[in-house]
C-alpha cells in the first residue's frame, strides 16, 4: 500500500495515498509550524512520482528547491518517528509567477477562459454577463481569436460602434451594460490581468510531469504581489481549477494522485467571496476529486475555510491554537468538532498545548473512513526549512525543464489586429521584424516591388503570412471556437451552474 508518514503519535500515522485526492487541511496559529508541515506533504508526494502545485503567498516555501542542513535534533527527532532513510535533499521544483518576474510567466487566453468564467472574474450581473456571451459568438461567428485583453476590448469597442445591427441579430445591448463591462476589463487591466491573458498559454501536462527519476516536479507559484489583488488571485485559483476538471478524465479513486494542489493562507481565497462564487468553489471541490486532483488548504484557522468546503476535506493536520479571544475560542471549538474522538484526548484541551511540529492529525483510512484523531510529531522535511535565496532561485529557473517554453509572449494576429486594419485598410506589419528586414527590402527597385507586391499578398513572405494563410488560419479557429470551444463553455457553464447564452 502507497502511503505518506506523516508522523508519530502512539503509533507511526500514514496517508494512504489512495485517499489523498480526497483533499484536506493544514491548519494552526502563525509559528506552530503548519507550512513546515505542508512542505514535509508536498516532498512525499513529490517522492512518490505525485506532481505538485503550490501557491507560495509568503515566500518562505521555495526552500522546497534547497537541500536541508543535518543536525542533531533533525536526526534525533528522524529516528523517534521511525524514519529509517532520513537524509537532506532538494526537490525538483519549476518556479511560475503570473507576472514573470519570479518564474515562468502564467497566462492563458480570454477564449480558454470563456464567458462564463469571465463574467465572474469581471463580477458582472446576468445581463452583463448576456453581453459577454454575444460578444464570444461574434467573434466565433467573424472568425476572430480572442487572446489578450486587446482583442477583448477591441470586440466591445466593435460592438458598441455595431450596436443596433448586433442588438438586430444576437439580442438588445444596452449602452450602459456595454459601458459597464468596459469598466470592469479596465479594472481587471489594472489588477494584473494584462500579464495573465495572452499566449503562449499554460499546458496542464507541463504542470503534471516528473523528473528522469520518477519524482514528481513540485510546481511553485510566486504569489507575494499576486495576494494584493485578491479578485484576480481567487479568480486564477477557480479557473485552474476548472481547467483541470474540464480536461482531465474520470479516475475515481486512483491508486495514487495525478496531481496535489497546495492552496497557502487560504482564507485570502474567501475573504470577501460573493455566495455565488462561494458555491461555484464548493461544485468544483466536489467534482475534482475523481479526476485524480486532491486540493489541500492552508491556513490558521479550520473556519477560514467555509464549512460547506470543509465538510469535503478529509485528511487534516491541526497545529497549535492559541484561545487568547472569542474569536480564537470558538476557532478551538470548530477544530475539535471536526475530528473522530478519541477517547485518549481532550482535543479542546491538547489543541492549545501542542508545541512547534507537533499537531493533532487524522487521515483517510481504508474505504474512505476518517481515524481517530492522533496527538502526533510531524515527520521533518528533508528540503531547507526557509526561503532560498535569489541566486539560488535563479539557477533553479536556469535549470528548468520548462526551458524557455514560456518566457517569451507571443503577439498572434487576433481580433485587436484585424479589426484595426478593417477601420484602417492597411495591413498591419508584423512586430517581429528586425530594422536589417527594413533594410534590405528598401534596397529592391520600385518596379521589384510593385510586381511582388501581388504575390506577396497571397503567398506572404519571410516576415508576414499571406492572406491564403490568414484565411485558412482564421477559417480553422472558426471552425475550432465554433465546435470545440462552444463545447468547453457548455462544459465550464455546466460546473458553474450557468445555462449557456447561445
Same mark, same amino acid.
Request: net charge neutral; charged share 20%; with cysteine.
Given at each position: 500500500?502507497?502511503?505518506?508518514?506523516?508522523?508519530?503519535?502512539?503509533?507511526?500515522?500514514?496517508?494512504?495515498?489512495?485517499?489523498?485526492?480526497?483533499?484536506?487541511?493544514?491548519?494552526?496559529?502563525?509559528?506552530?509550524?503548519?507550512?513546515?508541515?505542508?512542505?514535509?506533504?508536498?516532498?512525499?508526494?513529490?517522492?512518490?512520482?505525485?506532481?505538485?502545485?503550490?501557491?507560495?503567498?509568503?515566500?518562505?516555501?521555495? #526552500?522546497?528547491?534547497?537541500?536541508? %542542513?543535518?543536525?542533531?535534533?533533525?536526526?534525533? !527527532?528522524?529516528?523517534?518517528?521511525?524514519?529509517?532513510?532520513?537524509?537532506?535533499?532538494?526537490?525538483?521544483?519549476?518556479?511560475?509567477?503570473?507576472?514573470?518576474?519570479?518564474?515562468?510567466?502564467?497566462?492563458? %487566453?480570454?477564449?480558454?477562459?470563456?464567458?462564463?468564467?469571465?463574467?465572474?472574474?469581471?463580477?458582472?450581473?446576468?445581463?452583463?454577463?448576456?453581453?459577454?456571451?454575444?460578444?464570444?459568438?461574434?467573434?466565433?461567428?467573424?472568425?476572430?481569436?480572442?487572446?489578450?485583453?486587446?482583442?477583448?476590448?477591441?470586440?466591445?469597442?466593435?460592438?458598441?460602434?455595431?450596436?443596433?445591427?448586433?442588438?438586430?441579430?444576437?439580442?438588445?445591448?444596452?449602452?450602459?451594460?456595454?459601458?459597464?463591462?468596459?469598466?470592469?476589463? +479596465?479594472?481587471?487591466?489594472?489588477?494584473?490581468?494584462?500579464?495573465?491573458?495572452?499566449?503562449?498559454?499554460?499546458?496542464?501536462?507541463?504542470?503534471?510531469?516528473?523528473?528522469?527519476?520518477?519524482?514528481?516536479?513540485?510546481?511553485?507559484?510566486?504569489?507575494?504581489?499576486?495576494?494584493?489583488?485578491?479578485?484576480?488571485?481567487?479568480?486564477?485559483?477557480?479557473?485552474?481549477?476548472?481547467? +483541470?476538471?474540464?480536461?482531465?478524465?474520470?479516475?475515481?479513486?486512483?491508486?495514487?494522485?495525478?496531481?496535489?494542489?497546495?492552496?497557502?493562507?487560504?482564507?485570502?481565497?474567501?475573504?470577501?467571496?460573493?455566495?455565488?462564487?462561494?458555491?461555484?468553489?464548493?461544485?468544483?471541490?466536489?467534482?475534482?476529486?475523481?479526476?485524480?486532483?486532491?486540493?489541500?488548504?492552508?491556513?490558521?484557522?479550520?473556519?477560514?475555510?467555509?464549512?460547506?468546503?470543509?465538510?469535503?476535506?478529509?485528511?487534516?493536520?491541526?497545529?497549535?491554537? !492559541?484561545?487568547?479571544?472569542? !474569536?480564537?475560542?470558538?476557532?478551538?471549538?470548530?477544530?475539535?468538532?471536526?475530528?473522530?474522538?478519541?477517547?485518549?484526548?481532550?482535543?479542546?484541551?491538547?489543541?492549545?498545548?501542542?508545541?512547534?511540529?507537533?499537531?493533532?492529525?487524522?487521515?483517510?483510512?481504508?474505504?474512505?473512513?476518517?481515524?481517530?484523531?492522533?496527538?502526533?510529531?510531524?515527520?521533518?522535511?528533508?528540503?531547507?526549512?526557509?526561503?532560498?535565496?535569489?541566486?539560488?532561485?535563479?539557477?533553479?529557473?536556469?535549470?528548468?525543464?520548462?526551458?524557455?517554453?514560456?518566457?517569451?509572449?507571443?503577439?498572434?494576429?487576433?481580433?485587436?489586429?484585424?479589426?484595426?486594419?478593417?477601420?484602417?485598410?492597411?495591413?498591419?506589419?508584423?512586430?517581429?521584424?528586425?530594422?536589417?528586414?527594413?533594410?534590405?527590402?528598401?534596397?529592391?527597385?520600385?518596379?521589384?516591388?510593385?510586381?511582388?507586391?501581388?504575390?506577396?499578398?497571397?503567398?506572404?513572405?519571410?516576415?508576414?503570412?499571406?492572406?491564403?494563410?490568414?484565411?485558412?488560419?482564421?477559417?480553422?479557429?472558426?471552425?475550432?471556437?465554433?465546435?470545440?470551444?462552444?463545447?468547453?463553455?457548455?462544459?465550464? #457553464?455546466?460546473?458553474?451552474?450557468?445555462?449557456?447564452?447561445?
Amino acid at each position: 500500500m502507497n502511503t505518506l508518514l506523516i508522523g508519530k503519535g502512539d503509533q507511526q500515522v500514514h496517508l494512504n495515498l489512495k485517499y489523498a485526492n480526497r483533499h484536506g487541511l493544514i491548519a494552526g496559529a502563525t509559528g506552530t509550524g503548519k507550512t513546515v508541515s505542508l512542505m514535509s506533504l508536498a516532498e512525499g508526494f513529490s517522492r512518490q512520482g505525485v506532481p505538485v502545485f503550490i501557491t507560495d503567498v509568503k515566500g518562505d516555501i521555495s #526552500g522546497l528547491a534547497m537541500a536541508g %542542513t543535518s543536525s542533531e535534533k533533525l536526526l534525533q !527527532r528522524a529516528a523517534q518517528i521511525g524514519i529509517e532513510d532520513y537524509h537532506n535533499e532538494a526537490n525538483p521544483l519549476v518556479l511560475w509567477d503570473l507576472a514573470g518576474i519570479q518564474g515562468h510567466p502564467l497566462r492563458t %487566453t480570454i477564449s480558454e477562459m470563456g464567458p462564463t468564467l469571465l463574467s465572474r472574474i469581471l463580477e458582472l450581473n446576468d445581463t452583463q454577463s448576456g453581453i459577454l456571451d454575444i460578444v464570444f459568438q461574434l467573434a466565433d461567428d467573424q472568425g476572430l481569436l480572442l487572446l489578450d485583453l486587446d482583442d477583448l476590448r477591441a470586440m466591445l469597442a466593435l460592438v458598441a460602434e455595431e450596436r443596433k445591427d448586433v442588438s438586430a441579430k444576437y439580442g438588445l445591448i444596452s449602452a450602459q451594460s456595454l459601458a459597464a463591462i468596459q469598466r470592469s476589463v +479596465l479594472g481587471l487591466e489594472r489588477d494584473g490581468g494584462k500579464d495573465f491573458f495572452g499566449e503562449p498559454a499554460l499546458q496542464l501536462d507541463d504542470l503534471m510531469r516528473t523528473n528522469l527519476q520518477g519524482r514528481g516536479i513540485i510546481n511553485l507559484l510566486a504569489a507575494n504581489k499576486l495576494i494584493l489583488t485578491p479578485r484576480l488571485y481567487s479568480s486564477f485559483l477557480l479557473w485552474l481549477l476548472s481547467e +483541470l476538471f474540464e480536461n482531465l478524465p474520470e479516475v475515481g479513486d486512483p491508486e495514487k494522485p495525478k496531481l496535489v494542489f497546495f492552496i497557502d493562507e487560504a482564507h485570502l481565497l474567501f475573504e470577501g467571496c460573493p455566495p455565488s462564487l462561494l458555491k461555484r468553489v464548493e461544485q468544483i471541490m466536489r467534482l475534482i476529486r475523481s479526476k485524480g486532483v486532491g486540493v489541500y488548504f492552508c491556513s490558521q484557522f479550520p473556519d477560514d475555510v467555509p464549512g460547506e468546503i470543509l465538510g469535503q476535506l478529509g485528511n487534516r493536520i491541526q497545529h497549535a491554537l !492559541r484561545a487568547y479571544t472569542p !474569536r480564537d475560542q470558538k476557532a478551538v471549538k470548530t477544530a475539535a468538532e471536526t475530528f473522530v474522538p478519541n477517547p485518549k484526548l481532550v482535543v479542546s484541551e491538547v489543541i492549545s498545548q501542542l508545541g512547534v511540529g507537533e499537531a493533532l492529525v487524522s487521515m483517510l483510512a481504508d474505504k474512505g473512513v476518517p481515524t481517530m484523531v492522533e496527538r502526533a510529531l510531524i515527520a521533518p522535511p528533508r528540503c531547507r526549512m526557509g526561503p532560498a535565496t535569489s541566486e539560488e532561485l535563479h539557477q533553479v529557473r536556469a535549470q528548468s525543464p520548462i526551458g524557455g517554453k514560456y518566457d517569451h509572449a507571443i503577439n498572434r494576429e487576433s481580433a485587436y489586429e484585424l479589426l484595426n486594419q478593417r477601420r484602417t485598410g492597411v495591413a498591419t506589419s508584423n512586430p517581429t521584424s528586425t530594422a536589417s528586414d527594413t533594410a534590405n527590402d528598401g534596397q529592391t527597385g520600385q518596379k521589384a516591388e510593385e510586381q511582388g507586391w501581388f504575390s506577396e499578398l497571397i503567398f506572404g513572405n519571410k516576415r508576414r503570412q499571406g492572406l491564403a494563410e490568414t484565411l485558412s488560419k482564421q477559417a480553422a479557429r472558426t471552425v475550432g471556437s465554433q465546435l470545440g470551444k462552444q463545447i468547453l463553455r457548455g462544459i465550464l #457553464g455546466g460546473i458553474l451552474g450557468k445555462s449557456s447564452r447561445r
